[in-house]
């Protein structure tokens, strides 16, 4: 027993006055006595109609009696819970079914719209509450069993997309009530029903800015067994189907009706008559039960393999393209060595006349270019010799013989020199 439980105790067989403090204290040590054997809550039942939005809220305050209480009195318990859904004994929900939660601190919401082919199979939700204070969890179960009804399916539907509103936002039975009503004025059926509520993000919508209580939008869909109104209908028009084209607001007549509370954008409005919706029908296979046939037991080859002879294999991938790649090197061979016809053969093929013409160019041409190796230029000026004003150093000019007009330079740095020749200098005339 921990200082807590004793001191607890302690307060309470003594019978003085007590704080506060530790009265809470000894609540705590008695709801960690009766942990083990809490008692397990009963499945909680729902019936809702194919067809039919289907909402269920998760109230946190329904499942904080389940996790232990704060240890000083007077504190506000205000843990952060959050929930984790699924199908019982899979780990995900069922396709139709869909929940959102916004902050630890806020309901959780389970909707959807379930079909008829879920009409008699009881679905059993597992929801199971995580108290991020305790780290202490509850689970429950929710039975949804789903009932037919007979207005199902309402052969108009239509479906709005309010732009002002988040998907927890609609889901409320108030805000949901205030939308019905604002169409059933304008659509004036006998019977109306919200068939389904999407939130925009899961129609490939981007997550708004967070600017000036921007809202990420939802999809409404409404069902009615009557036609739809004029109002309705003026979206159809051509006029309003140039507006939406140019990204323009359409001129609606019963828009005033939902401004109030609800902005509609008309352009993504959709009118559905599934009466003259025609049935596409394709043939499928008839599911089987999912277990293979039975064809006997499974009969795995034997450990004892026979030898196999691998010399085909050897001459397919190897002495074959070595074969042909011999006779190719054999042709090359012979093209290049055998038929060669030589200077000699050449020459004896060509005529005399051809013959000296070509010996009569060469030699010119090799005259031509000992005589440019030979021929005399006159030097430059740049070449001559020069003297400094001052020093009177007169530089006379290198010509070797190997001389190359290509190479010498037209100014030669004084500097670099070492034959240099001394002048007397010039004396005065008095002298």
């Known amino acids: 027993m921990n200082v807590r439980s004793k001191n607890s105790l302690w307060c309470l067989s003594k019978n003085t006055e007590s704080t506060s403090t530790e009265r809470a204290g000894f609540r705590l040590f008695l709801w960690y006595l009766l942990l083990p054997i809490k008692i397990s809550h009963a499945d909680h039942n729902v019936y809702p109609s194919a067809g039919v939005l289907f909402v269920h809220v998760l109230e946190r305050e329904y499942f904080k009696g389940e996790f232990p209480p704060y240890p000083k009195a007077g504190d506000s318990s205000n843990d952060p819970i959050t929930f984790n859904t699924n199908l019982k004994g899979y780990p995900d929900r069922p396709g139709w079914l869909r929940y959102i939660q916004r902050t630890p601190h806020s309901d959780g919401v389970l909707y959807g719209s379930p079909?008829?082919?879920?009409?008699?199979k009881p679905t059993i939700i597992e929801i199971t509450a995580y108290n991020k204070r305790t780290f202490e969890t509850a689970r429950h179960n929710l039975v949804i069993n789903?009932?037919?009804?007979?207005?199902?399916?309402?052969?108009?539907?239509?479906?709005?997309f309010i732009k002002n509103m988040n998907v927890e936002e609609m889901l409320a039975s108030e805000v949901l009530?205030?939308?019905?009503g604002a169409v059933k004025n304008v659509w004036q059926p006998?019977?109306?029903?919200?068939?389904?509520i999407t939130s925009a993000l899961d129609?490939?919508?981007?997550?708004?800015?967070?600017?000036?209580?921007?809202k990420e939008g939802?999809?409404?869909?409404?069902?009615?067994?009557?036609q739809f109104s004029s109002c309705l209908r003026e979206v159809e028009t051509p006029q309003n189907q140039l507006r939406c084209s140019q990204e323009m607001e359409p001129v609606i007549s019963c828009d005033k009706k939902f401004r109030a509370q609800f902005h509609i954008d008309w352009c993504k409005i959709s009118l559905v008559d599934i009466t003259k919706v025609v049935p596409v029908h394709s043939n499928r296979p008839d599911p089987g039960t999912g277990v293979l046939p039975d064809i006997g037991e499974y009969n795995p080859p034997s450990e004892s393999l026979k030898n196999r002879d691998y010399f085909a294999d050897f001459l397919i991938t190897l002495a074959v393209p070595s074969a042909v790649a011999m006779v190719l090197?054999?042709?090359?061979?012979?093209?290049?060595?055998?038929?060669?016809?030589g200077v000699q053969k050449r020459n004896m093929q060509t005529p005399d006349i051809q013959l000296v013409h070509h010996s009569s160019i060469q030699k010119s041409t090799k005259e031509l270019r000992s005589m440019s190796k030979n021929r005399e230029i006159s030097w430059p000026l740049s070449t001559l010799p020069v003297f400094h004003p001052v020093s009177g150093e007169v530089v006379p000019p290198i010509h070797p013989d190997s001389y190359e007009t290509t190479s010498m330079l037209l100014m030669q740095t004084q500097t670099n020199l070492q034959n240099q020749i001394q002048i007397p200098q010039q004396q005065s005339s008095g002298k």
Not at 147 to 159: D, I, K, R
Not at 329 to 341: T, V
């Open 218 to 226: 939802v999809y409404v869909m409404v069902g009615a067994d009557v």
């Open 190 to 196: 006998e019977r109306l029903n919200a068939i389904n």
């Open 203 to 214: 129609r490939g919508g981007r997550v708004p800015l967070p600017i000036n209580d921007l």
């Open 329 to 341: 090197f054999i042709i090359l061979a012979y093209s290049m060595c055998c038929r060669r016809e």
């Open 177 to 180: 009530g205030d939308f019905l």
């Open 146 to 160: 789903i009932m037919s009804t007979e207005e199902f399916p309402l052969p108009y539907q239509a479906e709005f």
């Open 115 to 120: 079909a008829s082919e879920h009409v008699g």
